[in-house]
């Protein structure tokens, strides 16, 4: 199954079983979405529940959030989380203050979705990865899919949360094919929020990542494998709230860490990772935390700058040689 065809019947399943989800967004409807997530759900569930937007997301997420206060579940979809910079004062003043300052009277079921972070050349300002700036953010809850299991499971408990979630995507996984379980096809599955998954186990180093990164980072597993260094894998899932017990859990047994993410270094998860098995795994660790993120600049438009932008299956190889002295 691809990620776009786990996304597509998590959406049409849950739409089936609870007629207060709806979706809205640009070129959901007519278009069948701009990246076809949303294919056949208009002719499924009509116009009332399948709204194609104008290009206002200030003005679309708002009338989400609105809705989600009188108790209906809104799908929002961004074609791209660059644009939710026009909406973020809904989703952060908005729908993640809502429950809180209305001391728990307000639920606020609304899910944000769409691809998030680096595709390729689309330049600076629709490159950016959105996982640190929304997991700062009280009230949110950030899920990072990167398998077909990942993205429908964590859809389906994103829709069926009572929380606010930001749910990101990644568009280069579309069309990604992943094996599946039949347990995935069942309609009442889903992943649970706030749980990682150890994708790969392992004994010398524990590298963790999340939507695409997970990929890369498997790849450098196997080929560490290859020169006898055994790396156990993370896939976070979810960002906020973060698996910081599986993730001790596994430094505990490696004493290594290194941490991948596409994001910018600064404040990024990564930093959050480290300063978490800092403050509870310190007397473990055996090698200094390596992280691995985005270069700590715009993300250029050329195709020989951008890669060098963005991490690299090579970088996570050597980070973990380095955590583990084995570097050249």
């Not at 047994?253 to 404040?267: D, W």
């Amino acid at each position: 199954m691809t990620v776009r065809e786990a996304l597509n019947s998590a959406l049409d399943e849950e739409m089936s079983a609870d007629p207060s989800v709806f979706l809205m967004g640009e070129e959901v409807g007519e278009y069948q979405g701009a990246y076809k997530i949303t294919k056949g759900l208009l002719d499924k569930y009509g116009p009332d529940r399948v709204l194609d937007t104008p290009i206002t997301e200030a003005g679309f997420t708002g009338i989400g959030v609105g809705a989600a206060y009188q108790g209906l579940r809104p799908v929002v979809e961004f074609m791209t989380f660059n644009f939710s910079m026009q909406a973020i004062d809904h989703i952060i003043n908005s729908a993640a203050k809502s429950n809180y300052m209305s001391a728990g009277q307000i639920s606020v079921p609304i899910v944000f979705r769409g691809p998030n972070g680096a595709a390729a050349g689309v330049g600076a300002q629709h490159s950016q990865c959105y996982a640190a700036w929304y997991a700062h953010v009280p009230g949110l809850k950030v899920l990072t899919p990167y398998s077909a299991e990942d993205a429908r499971g964590l859809l389906k408990a994103a829709i069926r949360d009572p929380d606010p979630v930001v749910f990101l995507e990644n568009e280069l996984l579309y069309g990604e094919s992943f094996p599946i379980k039949a347990e995935v096809l069942d309609s009442s599955f889903s992943v649970p929020i706030g749980k990682a998954k150890i994708e790969r186990e392992g004994k010398d180093v524990t590298i963790t990542a999340f939507s695409k990164m997970v990929g890369y980072a498997l790849q450098a597993a196997e080929i560490l494998s290859k020169e006898g260094i055994s790396a156990e894998v993370i896939n976070l899932r979810s960002i906020r709230p973060l698996d910081r017990a599986a993730i001790n859990a596994s430094v505990r047994k490696t004493n290594r860490l290194v941490t991948v993410e596409e994001g910018f270094p600064q404040h990024g998860v990564g930093a959050e990772i480290c300063m978490s098995v800092v403050e509870d795994s310190f007397e473990y660790l055996d090698a200094p935390v390596e992280r691995i993120a985005g270069a700590d600049v715009p993300m250029p438009y050329a195709a020989n700058l951008e890669r060098l932008a963005v991490p690299q299956v090579e970088d996570i190889v050597r980070a973990a040689k380095r955590a583990c002295y084995r570097s050249s």
